[in-house]
């Protein structure tokens, strides 16, 4: 019995469509992998502190539930609630993803090296007019 040619391109695209789901379920795992990893770190430098979720959820500004369903990889932080954490903590972006701080760093207290993330955000203006009014601090 041969197959139409008709027969041959929906067998094709059901494949496609096969191979296109797993995809898509691999990278789902990831994902789920890496909010994991993630909830994991938050949890371990959260007890290393000393806190409670709810005193490090009031310390952050997230709610509690929010900072469990993280700890427990149910939810992905936004940069801005991982931030809003890892201030915190004590700790700056950076050192949160590198495992510890950078080289270049490794003098400051915590306080400056959150400072450091906020300068990366600004912009060129922005850094001129900081300068400026650091500047003027420094001439009183």
């Keep these: 019995m041969t197959k139409s040619i008709s027969d041959k391109l929906n067998l094709i695209e059901k494949k496609e469509k096969n191979q296109k789901f797993y995809r898509n379920n691999e990278l789902a795992e990831e994902r789920e992998t890496e909010s ?9 430098l959260r007890l290393q502190k000393g806190l409670s979720q709810h005193q490090l959820a009031q310390k952050s500004g997230i709610s509690q539930s929010f900072l469990s ?18 201030r915190s903590l004590g700790i700056s972006l950076a050192e949160f993803f590198s495992g510890g701080r950078s080289q270049r760093f490794t003098d400051l207290p915590p ?16 850094i001129q007019h900081l300068r400026a009014f650091i500047k003027s601090l420094n001439n009183q």
């Design 36 to 44: 994991q990893k993630i909830g994991k770190k938050i949890n371990k």
């Design 69 to 86: 369903a993280l700890e427990n990889g149910k939810k992905s932080p936004t940069v801005d609630s991982l931030k809003k954490i890892c």
């Design 111 to 126: 306080e400056i090296n959150t400072l450091v993330d906020d300068l990366r955000e600004l912009s060129p203006g922005q």
